[in-house]
Protein backbone atom coordinates (compact mmCIF):
# COMPACT_ATOMS: atom_id res chain seq x y z
CA UNK A 1 0.00 0.00 0.00
CA UNK A 2 1.32 3.40 -0.75
CA UNK A 3 1.18 6.24 1.25
CA UNK A 4 -1.57 8.82 -0.52
CA UNK A 5 0.51 11.94 -1.83
CA UNK A 6 0.42 15.70 0.85
CA UNK A 7 -1.83 17.51 -0.98
CA UNK A 8 -4.98 14.30 -1.15
CA UNK A 9 -4.10 14.35 2.74
CA UNK A 10 -4.43 18.28 2.62
CA UNK A 11 -7.56 17.92 0.61
CA UNK A 12 -9.14 15.41 3.42
CA UNK A 13 -8.59 17.31 6.43
CA UNK A 14 -9.81 20.70 4.55
CA UNK A 15 -12.88 18.94 3.78
CA UNK A 16 -13.23 16.92 7.14
CA UNK A 17 -13.55 20.76 8.89
CA UNK A 18 -16.89 21.02 7.78
CA UNK A 19 -17.84 18.39 10.42
CA UNK A 20 -18.49 19.06 13.72
CA UNK A 21 -15.99 18.20 16.47
CA UNK A 22 -18.00 15.25 17.91
CA UNK A 23 -18.98 14.33 14.21
CA UNK A 24 -15.55 13.81 13.57
CA UNK A 25 -14.71 11.76 16.89
CA UNK A 26 -16.96 9.08 15.83
CA UNK A 27 -16.55 8.92 12.01
CA UNK A 28 -13.91 10.95 10.77
CA UNK A 29 -11.05 8.24 10.56
CA UNK A 30 -13.45 5.94 8.86
CA UNK A 31 -14.48 8.78 6.39
CA UNK A 32 -11.00 10.40 5.74
CA UNK A 33 -10.13 6.93 4.80
CA UNK A 34 -13.61 6.91 2.13
CA UNK A 35 -12.64 9.53 1.19
CA UNK A 36 -8.86 9.49 0.26
CA UNK A 37 -9.88 6.15 -1.59
CA UNK A 38 -12.47 8.44 -3.47
CA UNK A 39 -9.77 10.89 -4.36
CA UNK A 40 -7.85 7.98 -5.80
CA UNK A 41 -10.65 7.09 -7.92
CA UNK A 42 -11.88 10.58 -8.87
CA UNK A 43 -9.35 13.10 -8.61
CA UNK A 44 -11.37 16.07 -9.49
CA UNK A 45 -15.01 16.00 -8.54
CA UNK A 46 -16.81 19.22 -7.52
CA UNK A 47 -19.89 17.62 -6.66
CA UNK A 48 -17.98 15.06 -4.44
CA UNK A 49 -16.94 18.95 -2.67
CA UNK A 50 -20.36 19.91 -2.72
CA UNK A 51 -21.76 16.89 -1.17
CA UNK A 52 -18.85 16.93 1.89
CA UNK A 53 -19.70 20.46 2.46
CA UNK A 54 -23.36 20.59 2.22
CA UNK A 55 -23.35 17.07 4.09
CA UNK A 56 -20.45 18.71 7.11
CA UNK A 57 -23.58 21.81 7.67
CA UNK A 58 -25.90 19.22 7.91
CA UNK A 59 -24.08 17.47 10.40
CA UNK A 60 -23.78 20.67 12.25
CA UNK A 61 -27.14 21.12 11.89
CA UNK A 62 -27.64 18.06 13.64
CA UNK A 63 -25.28 18.63 16.19
CA UNK A 64 -27.24 21.86 17.06
CA UNK A 65 -30.48 19.90 17.36
CA UNK A 66 -32.14 21.43 14.39
CA UNK A 67 -32.81 18.89 12.20
CA UNK A 68 -35.04 15.81 12.26
CA UNK A 69 -32.00 13.07 13.16
CA UNK A 70 -32.24 13.62 16.05
CA UNK A 71 -29.60 12.70 18.77
CA UNK A 72 -29.77 10.27 22.00
CA UNK A 73 -31.61 12.09 24.38
CA UNK A 74 -29.41 13.49 26.77
CA UNK A 75 -27.61 14.97 23.96
CA UNK A 76 -30.56 16.46 22.29
CA UNK A 77 -31.79 18.23 25.65
CA UNK A 78 -28.04 20.22 25.99
CA UNK A 79 -27.54 20.64 22.21
CA UNK A 80 -31.39 22.19 22.25
CA UNK A 81 -30.50 24.71 25.36
CA UNK A 82 -27.00 25.68 23.58
CA UNK A 83 -28.88 26.35 20.12
CA UNK A 84 -31.77 28.24 21.88
CA UNK A 85 -29.69 30.22 23.65
CA UNK A 86 -27.36 31.08 21.16
CA UNK A 87 -30.29 31.84 18.86
CA UNK A 88 -31.97 33.99 21.75
CA UNK A 89 -28.57 35.77 21.90
CA UNK A 90 -28.34 37.10 18.55
CA UNK A 91 -31.73 38.14 18.29
CA UNK A 92 -31.34 40.09 21.97
CA UNK A 93 -28.42 41.75 20.90
CA UNK A 94 -30.16 43.08 17.88
CA UNK A 95 -32.91 44.10 19.71
CA UNK A 96 -31.16 45.89 22.20
CA UNK A 97 -29.71 47.97 19.24
CA UNK A 98 -33.78 47.90 17.70
CA UNK A 99 -34.83 49.21 21.62
CA UNK A 100 -31.97 51.87 22.24
CA UNK A 101 -32.55 53.62 19.04
CA UNK A 102 -35.98 53.91 19.86
CA UNK A 103 -35.36 54.84 23.66
CA UNK A 104 -33.62 57.80 22.36
CA UNK A 105 -36.22 58.83 20.21
CA UNK A 106 -38.65 58.97 23.10
CA UNK A 107 -35.99 61.30 25.26
CA UNK A 108 -36.86 63.80 23.04
CA UNK A 109 -39.97 63.36 21.51
CA UNK A 110 -43.19 60.68 21.87
CA UNK A 111 -44.24 58.91 18.76
CA UNK A 112 -46.32 60.23 16.36
CA UNK A 113 -47.87 56.82 15.62
CA UNK A 114 -49.75 53.96 17.43
CA UNK A 115 -47.92 51.31 16.13
CA UNK A 116 -44.91 53.08 17.35
CA UNK A 117 -45.25 53.75 20.45
CA UNK A 118 -47.28 50.28 21.19
CA UNK A 119 -44.72 48.53 19.58
CA UNK A 120 -41.75 50.23 21.81
CA UNK A 121 -43.89 49.60 24.90
CA UNK A 122 -44.12 45.97 23.59
CA UNK A 123 -40.45 45.76 22.81
CA UNK A 124 -39.61 47.21 26.45
CA UNK A 125 -41.76 44.52 28.35
CA UNK A 126 -40.10 41.51 26.36
CA UNK A 127 -36.97 42.64 26.99
CA UNK A 128 -37.45 43.29 30.67
CA UNK A 129 -38.63 39.86 31.02
CA UNK A 130 -36.17 38.47 28.81
CA UNK A 131 -33.46 39.78 30.78
CA UNK A 132 -35.17 38.48 33.79
CA UNK A 133 -35.43 35.18 32.31
CA UNK A 134 -31.39 35.04 30.82
CA UNK A 135 -30.07 35.62 34.72
CA UNK A 136 -32.32 33.16 36.31
CA UNK A 137 -30.77 30.77 33.36
CA UNK A 138 -27.24 31.88 33.76
CA UNK A 139 -27.29 32.11 38.28
CA UNK A 140 -27.72 27.79 38.37
CA UNK A 141 -25.35 27.40 35.49
CA UNK A 142 -22.64 29.51 36.96
CA UNK A 143 -23.16 27.49 39.99
CA UNK A 144 -22.46 24.47 38.84
CA UNK A 145 -19.64 25.88 36.83
CA UNK A 146 -17.82 27.78 39.61
CA UNK A 147 -18.16 24.82 41.79
CA UNK A 148 -16.75 22.24 39.16
CA UNK A 149 -13.84 25.06 38.49
CA UNK A 150 -13.34 24.82 42.50
CA UNK A 151 -12.91 20.90 42.00
CA UNK A 152 -10.84 18.40 40.00
CA UNK A 153 -13.65 18.69 37.92
CA UNK A 154 -13.07 21.57 35.73
CA UNK A 155 -9.82 20.09 33.95
CA UNK A 156 -11.40 16.96 32.61
CA UNK A 157 -14.24 18.41 31.57
CA UNK A 158 -12.42 21.65 30.48
CA UNK A 159 -14.06 24.15 31.73
CA UNK A 160 -11.37 26.88 32.55
CA UNK A 161 -10.63 27.93 29.30
CA UNK A 162 -14.40 29.16 28.45
CA UNK A 163 -15.01 30.73 32.04
CA UNK A 164 -11.97 32.48 31.21
CA UNK A 165 -13.04 33.70 27.85
CA UNK A 166 -16.56 34.05 29.14
CA UNK A 167 -15.23 36.56 32.07
CA UNK A 168 -12.62 38.31 30.02
CA UNK A 169 -15.25 39.48 27.55
CA UNK A 170 -18.37 39.94 29.65
CA UNK A 171 -15.48 42.60 31.44
CA UNK A 172 -14.71 44.29 28.48
CA UNK A 173 -18.06 44.19 26.93
CA UNK A 174 -18.91 46.06 30.49
CA UNK A 175 -16.16 48.39 30.56
CA UNK A 176 -16.35 49.61 26.84
CA UNK A 177 -19.95 50.11 26.97
CA UNK A 178 -19.70 52.31 30.27
CA UNK A 179 -16.78 54.35 28.38
CA UNK A 180 -18.98 54.98 25.01
CA UNK A 181 -22.44 55.41 27.00
CA UNK A 182 -20.88 58.77 27.65
CA UNK A 183 -21.33 59.64 23.91
CA UNK A 184 -25.59 58.67 24.22
CA UNK A 185 -27.30 61.17 21.73
CA UNK A 186 -30.08 60.51 24.61
CA UNK A 187 -28.61 62.46 27.06
CA UNK A 188 -30.27 65.81 28.21
CA UNK A 189 -33.65 64.52 26.50
CA UNK A 190 -36.78 66.53 27.55
CA UNK A 191 -39.71 64.69 25.56
CA UNK A 192 -42.93 63.73 26.97
CA UNK A 193 -42.05 60.44 27.74
CA UNK A 194 -38.36 60.86 29.02
CA UNK A 195 -37.89 57.81 30.91
CA UNK A 196 -39.29 55.11 29.71
CA UNK A 197 -36.33 53.36 29.91
CA UNK A 198 -34.28 54.06 32.65
CA UNK A 199 -31.64 56.33 30.91
CA UNK A 200 -28.11 54.38 32.03
CA UNK A 201 -29.97 51.31 31.10
CA UNK A 202 -30.74 52.88 27.52
CA UNK A 203 -27.15 54.53 27.20
CA UNK A 204 -25.78 51.25 28.51
CA UNK A 205 -27.62 49.04 25.55
CA UNK A 206 -27.15 51.89 22.70
CA UNK A 207 -22.81 51.68 23.82
CA UNK A 208 -23.12 48.18 23.90
CA UNK A 209 -24.52 47.48 20.50
CA UNK A 210 -23.11 50.29 18.28
CA UNK A 211 -21.78 47.73 16.13
CA UNK A 212 -25.38 47.23 14.50
CA UNK A 213 -25.38 50.01 12.78
CA UNK A 214 -26.04 51.34 8.96
CA UNK A 215 -22.78 53.32 8.69
CA UNK A 216 -20.81 49.95 8.06
CA UNK A 217 -22.94 50.64 4.34
CA UNK A 218 -20.87 53.97 4.14
CA UNK A 219 -17.39 54.08 4.28
CA UNK A 220 -16.95 57.40 3.24
CA UNK A 221 -18.44 58.18 6.42
CA UNK A 222 -15.93 55.92 8.69
CA UNK A 223 -13.23 58.70 9.09
CA UNK A 224 -15.97 61.11 11.06
CA UNK A 225 -15.93 58.54 14.18
CA UNK A 226 -12.99 58.50 16.19
CA UNK A 227 -10.73 56.25 15.75
CA UNK A 228 -11.31 54.22 19.32
CA UNK A 229 -15.29 54.50 18.20
CA UNK A 230 -14.48 52.49 15.48
CA UNK A 231 -12.28 49.83 16.88
CA UNK A 232 -15.18 49.59 19.43
CA UNK A 233 -17.61 48.77 16.66
CA UNK A 234 -15.07 46.16 15.51
CA UNK A 235 -14.13 44.36 18.18
CA UNK A 236 -17.70 44.39 20.41
CA UNK A 237 -19.47 41.90 18.16
CA UNK A 238 -15.83 39.22 18.32
CA UNK A 239 -16.58 39.73 21.98
CA UNK A 240 -20.50 39.31 22.30
CA UNK A 241 -19.79 36.60 19.65
CA UNK A 242 -16.65 34.91 22.26
CA UNK A 243 -18.84 35.58 25.12
CA UNK A 244 -22.10 33.55 23.89
CA UNK A 245 -19.59 30.53 22.09
CA UNK A 246 -17.89 30.32 25.50
CA UNK A 247 -20.64 30.06 27.40
CA UNK A 248 -22.38 27.19 25.03
CA UNK A 249 -19.34 25.33 25.35
CA UNK A 250 -19.48 25.56 29.76
CA UNK A 251 -23.10 24.55 29.18
CA UNK A 252 -21.99 21.69 27.10
CA UNK A 253 -18.94 20.07 29.58
CA UNK A 254 -20.17 21.17 33.10
CA UNK A 255 -22.02 18.70 34.81
CA UNK A 256 -25.78 19.66 35.06
CA UNK A 257 -28.14 17.22 37.02
CA UNK A 258 -31.45 16.16 35.05
CA UNK A 259 -33.66 18.59 36.96
CA UNK A 260 -31.44 21.57 36.01
CA UNK A 261 -32.00 20.14 32.39
CA UNK A 262 -35.25 20.27 32.83
CA UNK A 263 -35.81 23.99 34.41
CA UNK A 264 -33.57 25.98 31.86
CA UNK A 265 -35.78 23.51 28.99
CA UNK A 266 -38.61 25.19 30.69
CA UNK A 267 -36.91 28.50 30.77
CA UNK A 268 -35.83 28.14 27.37
CA UNK A 269 -39.59 27.90 26.01
CA UNK A 270 -40.25 30.60 28.16
CA UNK A 271 -37.51 32.86 26.62
CA UNK A 272 -39.01 32.03 22.87
CA UNK A 273 -42.53 33.22 24.12
CA UNK A 274 -40.98 36.40 24.73
CA UNK A 275 -38.90 36.74 22.14
CA UNK A 276 -42.35 36.01 20.33
CA UNK A 277 -43.58 39.51 22.25
CA UNK A 278 -40.53 41.28 21.46
CA UNK A 279 -40.31 40.19 17.65
CA UNK A 280 -44.29 40.90 17.09
CA UNK A 281 -43.47 44.83 18.74
CA UNK A 282 -40.99 45.35 16.67
CA UNK A 283 -42.71 44.33 13.46
CA UNK A 284 -45.87 46.70 14.69
CA UNK A 285 -42.83 49.73 14.29
CA UNK A 286 -41.18 48.58 11.49
CA UNK A 287 -44.19 47.56 9.09
CA UNK A 288 -46.18 50.14 10.35
CA UNK A 289 -44.16 52.97 9.44
CA UNK A 290 -45.86 55.95 7.16
CA UNK A 291 -44.40 58.54 4.59
CA UNK A 292 -44.25 61.99 6.81
CA UNK A 293 -43.73 60.08 10.16
CA UNK A 294 -41.12 62.40 12.62
CA UNK A 295 -37.76 61.19 11.98
CA UNK A 296 -36.29 60.40 15.55
CA UNK A 297 -38.85 57.07 14.89
CA UNK A 298 -38.35 56.24 11.37
CA UNK A 299 -37.16 53.19 10.51
CA UNK A 300 -34.48 52.79 8.17
CA UNK A 301 -33.40 49.55 5.72
CA UNK A 302 -31.37 48.32 8.98
CA UNK A 303 -34.23 47.96 11.10
CA UNK A 304 -35.89 45.91 8.38
CA UNK A 305 -32.74 43.68 7.75
CA UNK A 306 -32.46 43.59 11.67
CA UNK A 307 -36.18 42.46 12.03
CA UNK A 308 -35.76 39.47 9.51
CA UNK A 309 -32.30 38.01 10.84
CA UNK A 310 -34.30 38.55 14.48
CA UNK A 311 -37.51 36.25 12.69
CA UNK A 312 -34.73 33.89 11.59
CA UNK A 313 -33.28 33.20 15.03
CA UNK A 314 -36.49 32.83 16.39
CA UNK A 315 -37.51 30.32 14.04
CA UNK A 316 -33.92 28.43 14.84
CA UNK A 317 -35.00 28.92 18.88
CA UNK A 318 -38.38 27.75 18.67
CA UNK A 319 -37.29 24.69 16.23
CA UNK A 320 -34.59 23.74 18.70
CA UNK A 321 -37.21 24.47 21.59
CA UNK A 322 -39.53 22.06 19.69
CA UNK A 323 -36.80 19.01 19.85
CA UNK A 324 -35.95 19.68 23.62
CA UNK A 325 -39.44 19.30 24.15
CA UNK A 326 -39.32 15.61 22.46
CA UNK A 327 -36.26 15.08 23.85
CA UNK A 328 -37.51 15.71 27.62
CA UNK A 329 -40.82 14.13 26.92
CA UNK A 330 -38.24 10.96 26.00
CA UNK A 331 -36.55 10.77 29.22
CA UNK A 332 -39.56 11.15 31.10
CA UNK B 1 -30.66 5.18 27.64
CA UNK B 2 -33.80 5.76 29.67
CA UNK B 3 -36.16 2.97 28.79
CA UNK B 4 -38.74 5.29 27.40
CA UNK B 5 -36.35 6.84 25.43
CA UNK B 6 -35.14 3.49 24.05
CA UNK B 7 -39.02 2.09 23.23
CA UNK B 8 -39.06 5.07 20.87
CA UNK B 9 -36.25 4.75 19.01
CA UNK B 10 -37.33 1.26 18.80
CA UNK B 11 -40.97 2.08 17.24
CA UNK B 12 -39.48 4.52 14.76
CA UNK B 13 -36.75 1.72 14.11
CA UNK B 14 -39.50 -0.53 12.10
CA UNK B 15 -39.70 1.65 9.35
CA UNK B 16 -37.35 4.22 6.55
CA UNK B 17 -40.76 6.73 6.85
CA UNK B 18 -38.57 9.14 9.01
CA UNK B 19 -35.44 9.43 6.91
CA UNK B 20 -37.26 11.75 4.22
CA UNK B 21 -34.29 12.58 1.41
CA UNK B 22 -32.16 9.84 2.68
CA UNK B 23 -34.81 7.25 2.30
CA UNK B 24 -32.93 6.31 -1.11
CA UNK B 25 -29.94 5.72 0.11
CA UNK B 26 -30.75 4.14 3.02
CA UNK B 27 -32.17 1.21 1.11
CA UNK B 28 -29.71 0.98 -0.79
CA UNK B 29 -26.81 0.59 2.12
CA UNK B 30 -29.41 -1.90 3.84
CA UNK B 31 -29.86 -3.95 0.63
CA UNK B 32 -25.95 -4.14 0.23
CA UNK B 33 -25.40 -5.39 4.01
CA UNK B 34 -28.16 -7.95 3.39
CA UNK B 35 -25.01 -10.02 2.40
CA UNK B 36 -22.35 -9.26 5.09
CA UNK B 37 -20.70 -6.39 6.71
CA UNK B 38 -19.40 -4.19 4.68
CA UNK B 39 -17.20 -0.87 5.30
CA UNK B 40 -17.77 2.58 3.32
CA UNK B 41 -15.93 2.30 0.31
CA UNK B 42 -16.84 -1.40 0.16
CA UNK B 43 -20.75 -0.25 0.17
CA UNK B 44 -19.85 2.53 -2.91
CA UNK B 45 -18.80 0.03 -4.79
CA UNK B 46 -21.23 -2.56 -4.40
CA UNK B 47 -23.89 0.29 -4.56
CA UNK B 48 -22.55 1.23 -7.80
CA UNK B 49 -22.40 -2.68 -9.22
CA UNK B 50 -25.93 -2.89 -8.26
CA UNK B 51 -28.02 -0.24 -8.56
CA UNK B 52 -25.46 1.85 -11.03
CA UNK B 53 -25.36 4.28 -8.24
CA UNK B 54 -22.23 6.18 -6.94
CA UNK B 55 -23.12 7.27 -3.78
CA UNK B 56 -21.07 10.34 -2.75
CA UNK B 57 -19.01 10.27 0.75
CA UNK B 58 -21.09 12.83 2.41
CA UNK B 59 -24.61 11.45 1.84
CA UNK B 60 -23.59 7.56 2.58
CA UNK B 61 -22.18 8.64 5.66
CA UNK B 62 -24.87 10.83 6.77
CA UNK B 63 -27.24 8.09 5.73
CA UNK B 64 -24.94 5.44 7.56
CA UNK B 65 -24.78 8.05 10.95
CA UNK B 66 -29.04 7.98 10.55
CA UNK B 67 -29.23 4.15 10.01
CA UNK B 68 -26.66 3.51 12.80
CA UNK B 69 -28.58 6.20 15.35
CA UNK B 70 -31.76 4.19 14.31
CA UNK B 71 -30.26 0.63 15.50
CA UNK B 72 -30.82 -0.72 11.59
CA UNK B 73 -26.99 -1.10 11.22
CA UNK B 74 -24.21 -1.19 13.87
CA UNK B 75 -20.74 -0.87 13.60
CA UNK B 76 -18.28 -3.55 14.19
CA UNK B 77 -14.84 -3.75 15.67
CA UNK B 78 -11.81 -3.32 13.20
CA UNK B 79 -7.93 -3.31 13.19
CA UNK B 80 -7.78 -0.44 10.97
CA UNK B 81 -9.16 2.54 10.32
CA UNK B 82 -12.13 1.29 7.93
CA UNK B 83 -14.71 0.50 10.00
CA UNK B 84 -17.22 -2.53 8.74
CA UNK B 85 -20.87 -1.92 9.18
CA UNK B 86 -23.61 -5.02 9.39
CA UNK B 87 -26.98 -5.26 9.47
CA UNK B 88 -28.96 -5.53 12.61
CA UNK B 89 -32.29 -7.94 13.26
CA UNK B 90 -34.52 -4.45 13.15
CA UNK B 91 -32.53 -3.02 10.41
CA UNK B 92 -33.55 -6.62 8.02
CA UNK B 93 -37.17 -5.74 9.13
CA UNK B 94 -37.25 -2.42 7.85
CA UNK B 95 -36.18 -3.45 4.63
CA UNK B 96 -37.93 -6.21 4.27
CA UNK B 97 -41.29 -3.91 5.00
CA UNK B 98 -40.02 -1.22 2.66
CA UNK B 99 -38.99 -3.18 -0.10
CA UNK B 100 -41.93 -4.81 0.43
CA UNK B 101 -44.15 -1.73 -0.22
CA UNK B 102 -41.53 -0.85 -2.87
CA UNK B 103 -42.27 -4.00 -5.01
CA UNK B 104 -46.28 -3.18 -4.52
CA UNK B 105 -45.71 -0.07 -6.13
CA UNK B 106 -43.64 -1.18 -9.06
CA UNK B 107 -45.91 -4.42 -9.65
CA UNK B 108 -48.99 -1.89 -9.94
CA UNK B 109 -47.15 1.03 -12.33
CA UNK B 110 -45.65 -2.19 -14.24
CA UNK B 111 -49.13 -3.38 -14.80
CA UNK B 112 -50.83 -0.40 -15.46
CA UNK B 113 -48.03 -0.20 -18.03
CA UNK B 114 -48.68 -2.67 -19.87
CA UNK B 115 -52.40 -2.67 -20.02
CA UNK B 116 -51.96 0.98 -20.97
CA UNK B 117 -49.21 1.41 -22.90
CA UNK B 118 -48.30 -2.47 -24.42
CA UNK B 119 -45.05 -4.30 -22.91
CA UNK B 120 -41.81 -2.51 -24.16
Excluded at chain 1, 134 to 159: D, F, G, H, K, T
Amino acid sequence: VTAPPDADLRRVRRLLRWYPRSWRARYGDEFAELLRADLADRPRDRRRTADVISSGLLARCTAAGLTSHELPPAEQIRAGIVTVGCALAAFGALGVAMLAQLATGWQWASPDSTPAAAGTLAMAAAAGFLALIALVAAIPVAWRAVAAIRSREARQARLVWPAGLAVSCAAFLIVGARHFENWWPGTGGTGAEHGLVPGGLAAFGWASTLSASAYWAHPALWHTFPASELAWMTLSPVAWITLAASVAAIVRRVSLPAGLLRYLARVAAAATGSAGAFLAGAASWVLAHRPGQASLFRPGLVDAAELLVMAVALIIALRAAAALRRALAAVQ
Amino acid sequence: VPDRARDSNQERAGSLGTFGRYAGPATLILSSLADGPKHGYALTKDIEQFARIRLAPGTLYEALSRLEGQGLIEALASDDRRRPYQLTAAGAQALRVHLADQRQVAEVGLTRLARGWGRA
